[in-house]
């Protein structure tokens, strides 16, 4: 956190690298951001010396450790973080900037190809900190002390959390490399925790724990969930617990947040139950941040609860393209989210299916068709489809459907060992389904709504193939 605060102050711009992705993406992030200084933990030093010749723009290595702790490595002009700090200038005055100048960067793999830049302006992000640290929104006070459990490269930093907390004066507590239920809910306890915000997948964990140790959920009294729609018997189980559930959608390129559950009237004359089953919906639209539901042809649909259409965004924290991209992003000044929503006369927002190319899971996008267009190289396959499909731990899990050729077909054994190497773990298909043909549309497009309709329960009753 000091790193980010620090350079953001400066007038520089911070980012943070997902060490999930596969090293050639990794090296293409830090080449395409232009990175001058690398900050690196010291598990993850035999990785950047590995890719340490293609990191050309990178200036000065800094691992984050003291002189005493300090690895050993091949890595040129390193320092120790705190050798660094110590090269410091004290009297260092903090300058004075333009609103618009840039404040952070990150990237989302949500679309086809490589990573995708979002440049995050000083001006959004303080616009996005005070309506996120809102009454109708994350509630935050200074009497709060907040837990972000999500990883700093993703989407602002733990969803602007790091921003909102000290604005508000609200503890921070961050939770390391420990997410299990266990841990979790200890450091809840230890740091008298009362807002968290994480992914679904975390919490269903984290329910049962609460559940069994007969105690509670303690000092916790509000949880954000994003990512995925929390199940109604996660809601109730924390709302019962005395724990406030508050659904909310986003994504990278909304800085990231977009809609939150705010009461209203209507809702509060809704029956207990009634009220629960609601916030499986993404919410209303956050002040600052217009939304609509539009035709094809950019014209706005009926707000029926019914007439489903794409989800369109548009607000002073929306991007407007991608760095160093320039191919437009909006669309008369809106940004197409790739959802498909309805909307009710109360503004109530529910996402009924995607009409992008993506899959999330465990609150992390996967390209379907980065996916297809690897598998298309895969001897033995003639033709090919990845899904999104429910996945009872990951809410969502991509599943390749696959036709192999007449000669020599492939097997899933054969086409696993293809994508060794050529793919990060966690976008390996969990499953891989044969089928004599693929069912193409009129536009020439495969009918994956169909595919996901039927194989919507496969993950429930089969399971996968283990990647751990």
Known sequence: MKIEYAVTGMGAVWHAINPRL???QISYIAGHAGDKVLFIESAFVPMIERLAGELSTVRL????????????????NVRSYEGFLGEGDEDFAWPLFDELS????FYTSGTTGNPKGVLYS???DVLHCLSIAGASSGAFTALDTILPMRPMFHANGAWGFTHAAPMVGAKLVLPGPKMDAA??????????VTVTGGVPVLYARLLPHFEAAGRGAGSLKRIVVAGSAPAPSMIEGYERMGVSVKHVWGMTETSPTGTCPGP??????LSQDAQWRRKTGQGHPMYGVDVKIADENGNEMPRDGVSSGRFMVRGPWIASGYFRDEKPLLEDGWFNTGDLAVMDEDSHIHLTDRAKDVIKSGGEW???IDIENLVAGCPG???????GIPHPQWEERPLLVVVPTVTSPASAKSIHAFFEGRIAKWWTPDDIVFVEALVYGATGKVQKMDLRRRYAEHYATRGGISLD
């Open 183 to 192: 841990s979790i809910a200890e450091l809840i306890e230890a740091e008298s």
């Open 22 to 24: 596969i090293p050639a």
């Open 264 to 269: 209203s009237r209507k809702t509060a004359r």
């Open 122 to 124: 000083h001006r959004s």
């Open 366 to 368: 996967i390209s379907s």
């Open 61 to 76: 290595f800094v691992l984050l450790a003291d002189g005493v702790s300090m690895p050993s490595t091949s890595l040129p």
């Open 381 to 387: 396959v003639a033709d090919a489809a990845v899904i």
């Open 102 to 105: 840039a404040s952070s960067l």
